[in-house]
């Protein structure tokens, strides 16, 4: 909060506490303002859970938008191992709203691009509301965490809990991916835990799949929870499947990440 109503307030020495939903939403927003480049390169860390659904429920205009659609996001997203709850995207129901407000649009993601400097790490998210009912421009990809990785994404992942109602409500010509749409760079120790990544309600998209739709960097320990994932005609590779019990093997993981009790109860077992 201390950086969001001046430019002159950055010291790109500090890293930046993001404290509430309020704060996510003003990144969100200034991440694609007239300073985009220089809220894009900062360090920023969570200072504890957050529910996004605090603030949209009393204003529905508080809705996230992606970070770094137009300039990749290169600084540090630490999340400390925190987690966020119900990230309210933004549906761009709309063509003028695309063309005014999202131009160049193509990843729809919690980070829609990312560059090789930057890092997104120790983050979970919980059951992220993704509506997007038509593609405008060159929109074509929706994922949770992150649509172009060429940086480094770790200790990172996505659990819905929402059973048959978990997913993304995402019609028309788009790629659907649990976590990162396109990997360039690596990904390590992150998992995917839902039923669905394509909402039962969906009836036309390009594909859907569980974690990762392609990879041409480095995959290290990433993973869906095949015990209950659903998709029917869903694309797994390139993450590999584990049974839900298999959650609770520290050799699945890195060591220093792993803890026993980060899975349980999160996922019916």
């Not at 220089?38 to 809705?63: A, P």
């Not at 480095?218 to 390139?238: G, M, Q, R």
């Not at 584990?242 to 803890?259: D, G, R």
Request: glycine share 8%; proline share 3%; aromatic share 14%.
């Amino acid at each position: 909060s201390d950086i969001t109503a001046s430019i002159a307030a950055v010291d790109i020495t500090k890293k930046y506490v993001i404290e509430d939903a309020f704060d996510l939403y003003n990144l969100s927003q200034l991440a694609k303002g007239a300073n985009k480049s220089t809220y894009l390169s900062l360090d920023y860390v969570l200072g504890g859970n957050i529910d996004y659904y605090d603030i949209v429920q009393q204003n529905i205009t508080y809705r996230f938008s992606p970070i770094g659609f137009i300039e990749p996001f290169s600084g540090t997203f630490d999340g400390q191992g925190y987690e966020i709850t119900n990230l309210f995207f933004h549906s761009i129901l709309f063509e003028d709203d695309y063309d005014l407000n999202y131009p160049g649009l193509r990843y729809t993601s919690m980070f829609s691009k990312v560059s090789s400097s930057g890092v997104v790490k120790n983050l979970g998210l919980v059951n992220p509301i993704i509506i997007q009912p038509i593609e405008w421009g060159i929109m074509d990809s929706v994922s949770s965490l992150v649509g172009a990785n060429y940086g480094l994404v770790e200790n990172t992942y996505m659990i819905d809990t929402r059973g048959n109602a978990a997913g993304f409500s995402v019609e028309g010509q788009f790629r659907l991916s649990g976590l990162v749409s396109v990997n360039l760079g690596t990904i390590s120790n992150s998992f995917v835990a839902s039923p669905h990544v394509r909402s039962n309600a969906v009836v036309n998209n390009l594909s859907t799949s569980a974690v990762v739709y392609s990879n041409s960097g480095t995959l290290i320990n990433v993973y869906y929870d095949e015990t209950i994932y659903a998709d029917s005609a869903s694309l797994t590779l390139p993450a590999t499947g584990l049974v839900t019990s298999e959650f609770q093997n520290s050799a699945n993981f890195n060591s220093s990440w792993y803890f026993n009790d980060s899975y349980a109860g999160l996922v019916s077992l």
